[in-house]
């Protein structure tokens, strides 16, 4: 998954006609490593989607702006705008995000 590392990337990518998803993270979360075991599989199955990462401490500005306040959040982006949003409480297992996935397709 490609790190985004600046405002003016994250602008240029979820500004894309094709839906793209961006996982918040944090490098102190565990459950942000948790999902870091599981979630390349996911990608494969996934692949119809762009996948990036964004550290919520290194850009927090983006993650106010679109109510990140629990980490890891999986976002999905089409033409500028949030379509779907997996809290945390809710991205703790493969099922959970799968789900997710399916049900935002």
């Known amino acids: 998954m490609q ?19 961006i996982k918040f993270f944090a490098d102190w979360c565990p459950d942000c490593t948790r999902m ?10 996934h692949n119809q989607y762009k996948w990036y990462e964004l550290n919520k401490d290194e850009l927090p500005e983006i993650a106010d702006r679109y109510d990140v306040m629990g980490i890891p959040s999986l976002l999905i982006f089409k033409d500028g705008e949030k379509k779907a949003h997996l809290h945390s409480a809710n991205a703790k297992t493969p099922d959970q995000v799968r789900e997710f996935l399916q049900n935002n397709q």
């Open 3 to 21: 790190s985004i590392q600046n405002q003016e990337t994250f602008q240029e990518l979820i500004s894309q006609s094709e839906p793209v998803i």
């Open 36 to 45: 870091n075991m599981f979630i390349d599989e996911i990608i494969e199955e």
